[in-house]
């Protein structure tokens, strides 16, 4: 399992537009398998006229999973908050079968 969280940004706009961009690196654990490092483009915002802060984000890699738990963005008066859903596919109960069986 590797770990890591990226820092904490918190900028106000001036009078022209920038982008910021946050990577975090991902290194092995001690004692874990030897794994090649990971640069992840976390995200890149454009702003103009309002502040941007960015949260605390980890990031968990294990063998056959990446996870990435809470990513937080305060725009203005506003608060959007991005995590991992679980997908799962497959017919639910009630649901239509689309061919007919003979």
Known sequence: MVSTSAQRRSFKEQNRPRSVTTSC????????????????????????????????????????????????????????TLSVMDVTTGPEPGDVEMFPSF
């Open 25 to 80: 690196h991902l290194y092995p654990n001690p004692g874990a398998p030897s794994v090649m490092e990971v640069t992840l483009s976390v995200m890149e915002v454009t702003l103009s006229e309002m502040e941007v802060t960015l949260s605390e984000m980890e990031v968990t890699l294990s063998e056959t999973e990446l996870s990435l738990s809470v990513m937080e963005l305060t725009l203005s008066e506003t608060e959007v």
